[in-house]
């Protein structure tokens, strides 16, 4: 796209629904400089170019949701309002645009003054970022892109001030180098502009089994090696320190709730700790050891949560950086962002954005089909599948089922976890998918370029990437889980309270929200995050979870979805009967009209084939099915909420 160019005295002309809505939002004001004549309107009006050269269709609702942000940019680079704000507008309705044309008309105005940092969780978003300011008319010397890869896309310019500067997520988060960034010709800088969650702790959770995992293996393995010896000795008195506490406060039972305690581990200086870690290595066996040993000067917290572990948490972003927009699609389904009440929500606080609309319902997902099967996603049963034999891998087996019925035509694009203790993920998919005889090295056109007709990428890669977008068909292949103990850190870290108290059903709600935001997130990758007229574009999800409660936090940031149960061919199911009786459930609930608002018990029964199921598993799995869709229990029926 050709450079835009903004006189610099001269506003650019407003209609009158233009007008009246910034006079409404009060946005006619002007400080450091800036005003929402100036720059707000021209940079919506280029937003709205660029996405509609990439062809992307508006609504409304769209419109004026993206003119709110725009907005807000200007607003908090201004000084207007300050603060941590979250912009939880979805995937695929061009937030990483509006910084792009926000940028570039703030350069255009000349508004040298005003500086702005960005940040994203991959480099190469960085470097695509980059490229698209420079399309839009930025000077590449205005533009700061900071990293530590040799093989990026773009050079780092570490150690240059430059009035637009681009960082990772990482980088936000080590203190030691917040220098690099922060500051603008000896100011702070205007205005950070955070791409996706804004997690401002760093926790860590270790479970005690883990620990004595780790201590055992290194008794076993290395007990003739001296330089061992020293680490190992100090890791067993951690654990006994732990263990003891565990007893102290139980009398030998487990801890009762509420009983957990904040203890000191023993003393370890900087540099044993440093030649531990060389010692032990890094092998994922003793992880949960060289882990214990980075917090092991920090106060650690036992707690009852997950059979027993230890927790610690540190501020890991700056307080100094106090003025930042997160834009966060999964803010409405992620309740361990809300837990931080320096992050306050700008659909909630800020009026004229709260009169928008639901943010999350400006985008409907009708086309979209999300197929569940109802077994174990987690590492560990992942990890025994892939790791049998071939004729007895059963994922795999669906998986190939699944693409052999998309057309050649169509992409499919399938999540698994990363190699470790030697499984491989992508590979054994890839091999088993070629055998079965599907050509993995096939092609589509897209836009007259040919593109992988078969990826498969690894969690770590579900945000960020939108050059995946073409593939209509997104699988997952279990789905990323945190542990009891690791959100029970991550709590006490978002609440900034380590002796605060940490309820079972709390964590039980951030285990479904977490598995939520990951699942939408990669769900995004694919043809869904793409936008027509207020609809993500035609897509099948197809995830393998064991709760159904799923279907109920991701309506929340995927309204408009449509359910169905894939059911395996090949018995890879392990549910149980309850959870086997509530899918069905739910797939019926799924068919009722809107105007249908109660139904029987017996009708259900009738309907799904389940009149001789025991008594008692009916009512649990109905019990069940109230978790994760809107409907409640009323006598012998099911009423819609």
């Known amino acids: 796209m050709d450079a835009i160019a903004l006189s610099d005295s001269e506003p650019v002309p407003l209609n009158r629904r233009q007008r009246r809505a910034l006079v409404a ?81 703030l350069v255009a105005c000349r508004l040298d003054h005003v500086s702005v940092a960005v940040a994203c ?46 960082v990772t997520h990482a980088r936000v988060r080590d203190g030691d180098k917040l ?15 955070y791409d996706e969650s804004l997690v401002t702790t760093d926790s860590i959770g270790l479970a005690v089994r883990d620990l004595k995992g780790c201590v055992g293996y290194l008794a076993s393995k290395f007990e003739d090696s001296e330089p061992h010896q020293a680490p190992l000795a100090y890791l067993r008195a951690c654990l006994s320190t732990i263990k003891d506490k565990l007893t102290d406060l139980t009398g030998g039972a487990d801890v009762p709730e509420g009983q957990e305690a904040i203890i000191d581990l023993p003393v370890l200086t900087y540099a044993q700790r440093e030649a531990f870690k060389v ?48 834009l966060d699609a999964s803010h409405p389904v992620r309740k361990l962002i809300h837990l931080d009440r320096s992050i306050r929500d700008a659909e909630r606080d800020q009026d004229n954005i709260k009169r928008i609309a639901p943010l999350a319902s400006l985008k409907q997902f009708d086309r979209v089909t999300i197929h569940q099967m109802f077994a174990g996603g987690g590492r560990s049963t992942m990890a025994t599948d892939f790791g049998k034999p071939e004729k007895d891998r059963k994922v795999t087996r669906e998986i190939v089922e699944v693409v052999k019925r998309i057309p050649l035509t169509e992409a ?51 945000t960020s990437l939108n050059t995946y977008s073409y593939c209509q068909h997104v699988i997952l292949a279990g789905i990323v889980q945190r542990s009891q103990v690791d959100l029970a850190s991550a709590y006490l870290g978002q609440t900034g309270d380590l002796s605060g108290g940490i309820a079972r059903k709390v964590i039980s709600d951030l285990i479904a929200t977490e598995c939520a935001h990951v699942a939408y997130q990669a769900a995004s ?34 309204p408009g979805a449509v359910w169905t149960t894939w059911e395996p061919e090949h018995g890879t199911v392990t549910r149980g009967a309850i959870t086997a009786v509530a899918a069905r459930i ?55 909420s």
Not at 50 to 72: C, F, I, P, Q, R
Not at 301 to 324: C, F, W
Not at 443 to 456: L, M, P, Y
């Open 279 to 326: 010692t032990l290595g890094k092998a994922q066996v003793v992880m949960s050891g060289v882990n214990l040993l980075d917090i092991a000067s920090e106060p650690i917290r036992v707690i009852n949560t997950g059979n027993g572990g230890v927790v610690s948490y540190t501020v890991a972003v700056p307080r100094e950086l106090e003025n930042i927009l997160v």
């Open 25 to 105: 939002a009060g946005y006619y004001q002007e400080r450091n400089g800036l005003s929402h004549e100036r720059l707000t309107v021209p940079s919506f009006k280029l937003l709205k170019s660029l996405l509609t050269e990439y062809g992307n269709t508006l609504s409304d609702g769209h419109e004026s949701a993206l003119m709110a942000l725009v907005g807000l940019m200007t607003k908090m680079a201004q000084g207007e309002l300050r603060g941590r704000w979250a912009f939880g507008l979805p995937t695929g309705m061009g937030k990483t645009t509006a910084i792009i044309a926000w940028v570039a008309t």
């Open 412 to 462: 499919v694009l399938i999540f698994a976890y990363k190699d470790r203790d030697g499984v491989k993920y992508q590979r054994t998919l890839q091999e088993d998918l070629a055998r079965s005889g599907i050509d993995t090295k096939a092609t589509v056109t897209v836009k007259g370029e040919q593109r992988d007709r078969i990826s498969v990428l690894t969690w770590g890669n579900e």
């Open 121 to 166: 969780s991959k480099v190469e978003a960085l470097c695509q970022m980059k490229r698209d300011m420079i399309a839009c008319g930025v000077d590449p010397k205005r533009i700061g892109l900071i990293h530590s890869y040799a093989n990026a896309s773009e050079p780092s310019t570490v150690g240059e001030d430059r009035q637009i500067m681009l």
């Open 525 to 558: 990758r694919g043809n869904s995050r793409e936008t027509e007229s207020g609809y993500a574009k035609k897509m099948d999800l197809w995830l393998i979870h064991r709760d159904a409660t799923i279907r109920h936090e991701l309506s929340k940031v995927m």
């Open 179 to 193: 220098a690099e960034f922060s500051h603008h010709t000896g100011k702070p800088r205007d205005l950070m502009l």
């Open 586 to 640: 739910v797939d019926y609930l799924g068919t009722l009209p809107p105007e249908a608002t109660r139904v029987s018990t017996k009708a259900i029964k009738k309907a799904t084939g389940l009149v001789d199921v025991p008594k008692m598993t009916f009512t649990r799995a109905l019990t069940a099915v109230t978790k994760s869709v809107a409907w409640t229990v009323d006598g012998r029926s099911l009423i819609r």
